[in-house]
DNA sequence: AAAACGGGGAA
DNA sequence: TTCCCAGTTTT
């Protein structure tokens, strides 16, 4: 069923285009103007910037593209290798999609074009799907992140709060996307949003669009887009444990779904967004308080207590595995657990 | 429709 | 501190 349409503009996309040229931000996972990029980094790269800062993402891309050059390379590692290696990136479940979504490609053979297609592999959703589809093999997509709506919702002035207003920030995205360099038009878009249009500033005097933007034209953008209001964070509290003995600690691999899923960890006390941890440690003896960490989670707020084993030698644990303390790095801990050990490293 | 899901950089 | 970021998946 068609939405209400909105006549197509080609207004905006040729001044942004021509500003493109000129402007545009040189980042690692980018080729030379005209030059066609490997769809391989081109959905690497979008998979790590789903919510992800390009500061943060680039030395990881950098890092995987380096250790796995192709998408057969990644289908052929180890599931767990890949989870160490996205540590610290945040949002796990990427990183296990990410496996999944190379081994589908390997088998079929390369990337499919169309977005429809893409839409369909692991961890790629509406934004991803379009922005491949554009970015690597040239379709008109409409590629929606959170640059684009911020732009977009002062271009045309939208008022309707976030998120009811996507419907209509796409709708207009829609009609200012051109048939040609759809792929340029949205990292144009992105870096606009990145440079230019931000969320706490809008340099207009420096901006291709400021003739056409209605935001601006109201006297105060920075209003745009509106967003409901959000909830507060609950504060929960739980317990890490450290286990050492002959120079290696006792890690778990965490379940695979959830909070921090799939990932090496410290032992914990089962702590959770929904309700404290209870406490308990894993083994009977003696423990000492090792210090407090406190780490924030997209909903909700950790202080996280590390307790240290100081009991007699262990002998029957299990359900994990002793990792060497001096290679402690390459386990690959979420950044929560990184900060407990190095909690009690440095005590 | 709403909640779950990380972490770091910027102001 | 608070806000926000090249969103997706599950409930």
């Not at 789903?50 to 050059?69: H, L």
């Not at 307790?307 to 001096?326: F, H, M, Q, R, T």
């Amino acid at each position: 069923m068609d939405n209400k349409a909105i006549s197509p503009d080609p207004a905006p996309a040729a001044l942004l285009l021509e500003w493109y040229d000129g402007h545009a931000r040189d980042l690692p996972w980018r080729v030379k103007p005209g030059a066609r990029p490997d769809p391989y980094r081109v959905w690497l790269s979008e998979v790590m910037l789903q919510q992800t800062t390009t500061a943060a993402v680039t030395p990881y891309f950098a890092k995987f593209v380096a250790r796995w050059p192709t998408v057969e390379a990644l289908a052929a590692a180890p599931e767990a290798e890949v989870m160490a290696a996205w540590a610290g990136l945040g949002y796990y479940s990427r990183a296990r999609n990410l496996v999944a979504c190379a081994r589908e490609v390997a088998a079929r053979g390369g990337f499919p074009d169309s977005e429809g297609e893409l839409r369909k592999l692991p961890g790629l959703g509406p934004y991803t799907a379009a922005a491949i589809a554009a970015i690597a093999f040239g379709r008109r997509a409409v590629v929606v992140d959170a640059n684009v709506e911020r732009v977009v919702a002062r271009l045309r002035a939208i008022e309707e709060p976030l998120p009811g207003a996507r419907k209509a920030i796409r709708a207009a995205t829609d009609a200012i996307t051109p048939e040609s360099r759809a792929g340029d038009f949205a990292q144009a878009m992105m870096d606009l949003g990145a440079t230019i249009c931000t969320a706490r500033d809008a340099k207009c005097l420096l901006c291709p669009l400021a003739s056409l933007c209605r935001g601006r034209a109201t006297g105060d953008p920075l209003r745009l887009p509106v967003k409901a209001a959000k909830k507060a964070r609950p504060r929960r509290t739980g317990t890490a444990f450290w286990i050492e003995q002959d120079g290696a600690v006792w890690l778990v691999t965490r379940a695979g779904r959830g909070m921090l899923g799939g990932m090496r960890a410290l032992p914990d006390d089962g702590w959770s967004a929904r309700a404290d941890g209870h406490g308990d440690p894993p083994l009977g003896g003696r423990w000492q308080a090792g210090g407090v960490v406190r780490h924030t989670f997209s909903h909700f707020d950790l202080e996280l207590g590390v307790a240290i084993y100081a009991g007699d030698a262990v002998a029957d644990i299990s359900g994990g595995e002793w990792w060497p303390v001096e290679r402690l790095e390459a386990a690959g801990l979420p950044t929560l657990f990184a900060k407990a050990a190095q909690l009690v490293l440095a005590r």
